[in-house]
């Protein structure tokens, strides 16, 4: 199990200067990495955060926000495991990520858990918030809050897709987890692993035919360039979560434990509303490079049958204890 570096060690290997050591009016400079491109909203909020955090402290903390997973060499995996083990500071991680660690994490990104916004909202404000907390703090992170992904949709070079067997000996770069590869084999695709740098290259070679992303992603990388197909059917919700490394947040002052929580929580809700916000506008951009199909509810059902055994291999690796905090209210 991975664990959060000592404090003392944490500060240094983060590059942060000033007093530390649990006083008051220390000075920062802290590292934030993103898988995704410095045009991404993930980008957009970690900049909020920085600007918050600059503000909140009288310039005595700083963000230095780093795209594309560079300071691991563009693996989120191991991203996550230098947060973990205190190489940085924080970053913004979908919990596909943390899952090839610890499956438990999966739980909220099981297929076709969620139909909609107004069913994840009250889930990611009550009992999920609860869930992700223990889950991080476990890992030697402090978790800051959720910010927003999206819903998960599936773009290809050559065919509308509609059905299951649409999909049959396709071969689709999903998101790096065991649970994702056999979403994906239980449809009769080829799922593969590959570090997000090297997906537009390889759609655009053919190496892949596909890929599965919220709109965001798809919008800001520019994907309708190599892909002719977009199919929207919000088969997966993908948060993001905010992490801190713990052994850095506990060095904090209480004042300054509370200027980065109040900071992260100002960030997150920018985030996520701007993620909202920019969906209409980014989706009508992308009708117009692409031929977009909008599953209906007898289609998506059929989706939802083919999900059955997956259902019933990972539910006992989510566990009940996360699983249930994780449902649908009402």
């Not at 991080?136 to 819903?151: K, N, P």
């Amino acid at each position: 199990m991975l664990a959060g570096a000592t404090a003392a060690t944490a500060l240094v290997v983060s590059g942060c200067s000033g007093s530390g050591g649990g006083g008051e009016g220390g000075s920062y400079t802290w590292d934030f990495t993103i898988t995704t491109s410095d045009s991404s909203t993930w980008y957009k909020g970690a900049e909020k955060f920085g600007e918050l955090l600059d503000e909140k402290s009288d310039g005595r903390m700083t963000l230095n926000i780093v795209a594309n997973e560079q300071l691991s060499g563009g693996d989120p995996a191991a991203g996550v495991e230098m947060l973990a083990d205190g190489s940085k500071a924080f970053s913004y991680n979908s919990p596909i990520i943390y899952s090839g660690i610890d499956q438990r994490f999966g739980a909220i990104t099981a297929p076709f858990l969620f139909e909609s916004l107004e069913e994840v909202d009250p889930v990611l404000e009550g009992t999920g918030a609860e869930a992700y907390d223990q889950l991080l703090d476990e890992m030697g992170i402090e978790f800051l809050g959720f910010g927003e992904s999206g819903f998960r949709q599936l773009t290809n070079a050559d065919t509308e897709v509609t059905a299951p067997k649409d999909l049959a000996g396709m071969k689709f770069r999903v998101a790096g987890s065991a649970l994702f590869l056999d979403i994906y084999k239980e449809l009769d695709a080829d799922p593969v692993s590959m570090n997000w740098a090297e997906v537009f290259t390889s759609l655009q070679n053919g190496t892949i035919d596909g890929q599965e992303n919220p709109l965001d992603i798809i919008h800001s990388s520019s994907l309708a360039e190599v892909q002719k197909n977009l199919t929207l059917w919000n088969y997966v919700y993908d948060p993001l979560l905010l992490g801190m490394n713990k052994g850095m947040f506990d060095e904090l002052s209480p004042e300054d434990q509370q200027i980065v929580t109040e900071a992260a929580a100002e960030a997150n809700e920018y985030q996520v509303q701007l993620n909202r916000d920019l969906a209409d506008e980014q989706l009508t951009e992308l009708e117009g490079q692409m031929e977009v199909t909008e599953l209906t509810p007898e289609q998506l059902e059929e989706f939802r049958t083919a999900m059955e055994p997956v259902y019933a291999k990972y539910e006992g690796e989510w566990t009940p204890e996360i699983f249930d905090k994780v449902q649908p209210q009402g």
